[in-house]
């Protein structure tokens, strides 16, 4: 058997569910997330300090319906923020992040109040996306989506919004490069391709960002984790590659054109959701989190689950 050594870049990459949370999740570095919501934000609305929470709330109704949050805190004024992360396009993906953050509107009451007022405190989510939606153009890749009069355009309710971030239509070159926003978008987009750092975010605040990211900063622990993301991550793309392949030749086999056709379409959907079922179960195996299962393979969490 040929043995080969995995491919690993200088940095790990920031848009994967163990690099996120490295770099954005934990107290020490919450001053990263800070500046990143203030840039993203531009004086909409000013974060000064944040407190982690959990990064889970149950649902009315059933266990399934609970929420998942990637990350989920509140800022200094009360405001709370959930930034999730996407991976791969998912059906019902503007739906959950409404779910989600309408659980974070419902818990805001205690129960067992008695007079409440209806006082609300600030809601935002924020989706990083390494997809693009099927109804936007080439030229748009932050939505940026708020509760506003029909009528007029004017702002109705200030308390409460979506931003939506499409990573591969943020194509901005580093010579490119002049804004905040801009730079942590190519840093998110670009970082795990990097092997050494661009001139353009040579700063001291961007110092603490790759410090965190290097590989060679990684305890024992933390980079067996991110060895084992890794192997899993190219295992399913060869595996994919070749359900491909194999679906292709057998839609040959079916002879006309025709039959071409319907047989490589049947046999590559069921040759792909196979594949992605079985890297799902051997993830399962391994104690991998069905969230990090969902992001690398692109089932949905029930099939996750029933896998």
Known sequence: MEMYEMPCGRFIDPLSDFGFK??????????????????????????????????????QISMLRRAVFDLCCTGADGEQFIIEVQRVRQEYFKDRCLY?????????????????????KPVYLIGLM????????????????RLMKRSNGELFYDKFGLTFIEMPRFLKAE?????????????????????????????????????????????????MAWDAYLKVKWDNENSMDYAKKEAMREGRKEGREEGVKEGMKEGMQTGIQETRLQVARNMKTKGFDAETISEITGLTLEEVRNA
């Open 175 to 223: 010579s490119e490069l002049s804004t905040g926003l801009d730079k942590w978008l190519y840093l998110l987009k670009n970082l795990s391709k990097l092997d050494k750092i661009p001139a353009v975010l040579e700063e001291t605040f961007y110092d603490k960002v790759f410090r965190i990211a290097e590989v060679c900063n990684l305890n024992q622990e933390e980079k």
């Open 22 to 59: 490295r770099i954005f999740g934990s107290e020490a570095n919450k001053d990263i997330l800070i500046d990143f919501l203030n840039v993203l934000f531009a004086g909409e609305r000013y974060v000064a300090d944040l407190t982690f929470n959990q990064n889970e709330n149950n649902g």
């Open 100 to 120: 989600y953050s309408a659980s974070l509107i419902r818990d805001q009451v205690e129960a067992g109040i008695t007079n409440w007022k209806y006082d609300l």
């Open 130 to 145: 390494d997809f693009c939606f099927e109804d936007s153009s080439q030229d748009h890749y932050l939505h940026e989506v």
